[in-house]
Every structure is written in structure tokens, then in C-alpha cells.
């Protein structure tokens, strides 16, 4: 069954990512696919925050989000003051009166290489990346993603990746610690630039549509699910 998760990745990111080991992306192209993955987060994430508001039966909210600006996802990247410094959000949703309720940072490994050498690294800035967040925005919703082609990783290199990637959800209360997320997910892709599933867990909840959707349950509970229906 294809997902919404599949449809945008076909539509925004798959004509950028490399075909084949072999492959370099120049600096601009990085960019480009950078830019992508954050665009694919977010109409996602947005596209599974709708669909909870159907399940909830929230018309009056998705009524009241079509004309509020400061509802939406952005991902454009923005600046925000954390606890310990400011912070480059890649995709995010503030609101004057709720703060920051979505912070959300993908990261791309191109090659096994730079997969094996630099994915814990990558995992650790992110841990970094909701402390910060989290400790002056404990509602916030915070998500890490990690991309990369399927030939960057054996099978000896998944189940740990796998497991270690658990370990950092979820975050369900305010009270839990800083450090962990609300979501994660592992967005892994075939030499046909298709979104593909390599571990061995197939209801693992760091797959991107389960991560995405339970980011989008979280947004609804702790900030749009309170929202009064709109006047008029």
C-alpha cells in the first residue's frame, strides 16, 4: 500500500538522491536534497496531523487552521532561542501563544562510509538538538530523522542502528527527559530512489509513516486538540 509518505518522497526527493554507490552529490546538489528531506517532513507530518483531526472528528479545527498562517509547517529553517543557545530549526511549527510546538531535523548519509563513520555522531547532535529544545519547550514535539541509501549499510550495521534508534523514544510526558523524542525515523531508500523498509521489524515505530503519525498525535494532544472551535 503506498503511503503518504511514499507519494511525497516520489514528488520531492527522489529525483535528487544518488542512483548508485558510485554517485557524488557537489555541495549545491546537498543543498537541494537537504532541502527535500525537510520539505518531505513536513507536508507529511502535516498530511498525518489531518488525518488524526479526521479521526477526532475535528472539522472546526482544520477549519480554523486553513486560515491561521501561524498554524502551519515550515521548512525553511529558523532560529530559536533554546536553553543553552540558539538553535537552527530545519522544520517547524510555532504559535505566538503555544511557542514552539514542532521542531523537527533530518540528516542525509550519502555512503557507507560516511554512514559507518559519522551516523552516531549525527545521532548524538540530534539528542543535543532536542535538549536544548526541550528543556525551554517541554510540549514541544521533537523528531530526528536520519536518511540514507540502502547500500550504505550491511545487515551487520542495521540491527544495532535499528536498536540504538529506539532507544530514543519515545518521549510521552513533559516530564520525560530532554534528551529524548517524540518520534524518529530512519527514512532508507533502494537504488530505484523508493522508500524501502531493510530491518527485520516491520511495526517498528521508527518506520516514517509511524513515526510521523505519532508526531502528529502528539501535536493534537498537547496543543491543537485544546484549540477552541472558531467564531463565525
Not at 100 to 116: C, E, T
Request: aromatic share 10%; charged share 25%; hydrophobic share 40%.
Amino acid at each position: 500500500m503506498t503511503t503518504i509518505e511514499d507519494q511525497v518522497w516520489e514528488a520531492v526527493v527522489a529525483g535528487l538522491l544518488p542512483k548508485a554507490v558510485t554517485d557524488s552529490l557537489t555541495k549545491k546538489d546537498q543543498q537541494a536534497l537537504a532541502d527535500a528531506l525537510q520539505e518531505w517532513a513536513a507536508k507529511c507530518i502535516w498530511q498525518r496531523l489531518y488525518d488524526v483531526l479526521d479521526a477526532e472528528g475535528r472539522d472546526d479545527v482544520k477549519r480554523y487552521l486553513a486560515g491561521k498562517e501561524d498554524w502551519a509547517i515550515h521548512h525553511k529553517g529558523k532560529a530559536f532561542l533554546g536553553a543553552i543557545r540558539w538553535q537552527e530549526v530545519d522544520d517547524w511549527l510555532s504559535n505566538p501563544e503555544a511557542g514552539l510546538v514542532l521542531a523537527v531535523d533530518p540528516k542525509h548519509f550519502q555512503s557507507q562510509g560516511s554512514l559507518r563513520k559519522n551516523w552516531k555522531n549525527g545521532l548524538n547532535d540530534l539528542v543535543a538538538f532536542a535538549t536544548n529544545l526541550h528543556e525551554r519547550f517541554p510540549l514541544c514535539g521533537v523528531a530526528g530523522v536520519i536518511s540514507f541509501p540502502e547500500w550504505a549499510a550491511t545487515a551487520a550495521d542495521l540491527k544495532p542502528m535499528h536498536s540504538i534508534c529506539l532507544r530514543v523514544i519515545p518521549r510521552q510526558n513533559v516530564s520525560d527527559p530532554y534528551g529524548k523524542f517524540e518520534a524518529f525515523a530512519l527514512a532508507v531508500y533502494d537504488s530505484q530512489s523508493r522508500l524501502t523498509w531493510p530491518f527485520k521489524q516491520d511495526d517498528s515505530p521508527i518506520m516514517p509513516g509511524a513515526a510521523f503519525s505519532s508526531m502528529a498525535r502528539t501535536i493534537y494532544s498537547r496543543t491543537l486538540g485544546l484549540l477552541p472551535p472558531p467564531r463565525g
